[in-house]
């Protein structure tokens, strides 16, 4: 009789990546020092920020883009591998984009200002603003990291309109690099397309949801978005809160000469999608 084949469960009951030897983390255990609140999920709300900052086509509807969202959560929920990542913190978003541009131009030229725009409307005293160290630039210098299947994310957003799932803190603490090995371990979950995320899902997300960050009770951890490899390979690319704003950072990750950062407060997510 053939042994039943071993199911591995790689997320824990927090929702956080379980550590394994290979990786880089500031604890074995989060802390939870630096945490995000699980918002209320409003899709036509969600919507209505993503068709503003035209997003998504104008003849999406909220009850379609519902919909797929909820079916999302099924296969999620359905799978053995993923299905703790619902204990974590989760956000909808929807987005299409069938463009080519450089992903450096259009984090700059598109996405940040989206964000930017949706932030202040719901935060008018508030700014969002983004800030490059030592003279560095976006455009014509950002890549895809291999191993995150970002790649799998940006054909199918230019294909029709993506509903997604965003789940900020999944590798929390983990290291860059850590985080960026994830998802060539985990495997894909069927029906549903996987990535380690970047600038269009964090983007789009922020734009649905762009009290995500701010919070009066916790410090919100930074979000890496680390599927964007600079071209400089020191450089990192964060969205983090800063009080009541929110800003982006181009930023080195170097500590010393050789040895990269690590922190508590760094987070690396997984983005759950599929076409409508």
């Given at each position: 009789m053939n042994e039943p084949e071993?199911?591995?469960?790689?997320?824990?009951?927090?929702?956080?990546?379980?550590?394994?030897?290979?990786?880089?983390?500031?604890?074995?255990?989060?802390?939870f020092y630096y945490q995000l609140e699980q918002p209320s999920i409003d899709y036509p709300t969600i919507l209505a920020g993503s068709l503003k900052q035209a997003i998504v086509p104008v003849n999406l509807t909220a009850e379609a883009f519902e919909k797929?969202?909820?079916?999302?959560?099924?296969?999620?929920?359905?799978?053995?591998?993923?299905?703790?990542?619902?204990h974590g913190v989760h956000v909808p978003f929807v987005y299409f984009d069938e463009s080519a541009v450089d992903f450096g131009m259009d984090l700059e030229g598109t996405l940040l200002p989206k964000v930017q725009e949706a932030f202040r409307e719901r935060f008018p005293d508030a700014h969002f603003k983004a800030?490059?160290?030592?003279?560095?630039?976006?455009?014509?210098?950002?890549?895809?990291?291999?191993?995150?299947?970002?790649?799998?994310?940006?054909?199918?957003?230019?294909?029709?309109p993506v509903v997604g799932w965003f789940f900020p803190q999944a590798t929390q603490e983990?290291?860059?690099?850590?985080?960026?090995q994830q998802m060539s371990e985990l495997p894909m979950i069927e029906g549903a397309g996987g990535c380690f995320r970047g600038g269009k899902d964090v983007c789009a997300a922020l734009v649905g949801s762009p009290d995500l960050l701010i919070s009066d009770d916790h410090y919100a951890p930074i979000l890496c978005l680390s599927a964007y490899v600079h071209t400089d390979p020191r450089l990192v690319l964060l969205i983090k809160a800063y009080g009541p704003h929110m800003e982006f950072w181009c930023m080195t990750q170097m500590l010393t000469k050789d040895t990269t950062q690590v922190s508590e407060q760094w987070a690396g997510g997984v983005t759950i999608f599929a076409t409508l």
């Open positions: 071993e199911i591995l469960n790689y997320f824990n009951e927090h929702g956080r990546r379980i550590p394994g030897k290979a990786f880089r983390v500031f604890g074995q255990s989060p802390s797929k969202a909820k079916e999302i959560l099924v296969l999620i929920k359905s799978s053995p591998a993923y299905a703790n990542l619902l800030l490059l160290q030592s003279d560095s630039t976006l455009p014509e210098h950002i890549a895809l990291d291999p191993q995150s299947r970002y790649q799998d994310f940006v054909e199918a957003s230019r294909k029709g983990f290291d860059i690099q850590s985080q960026r």
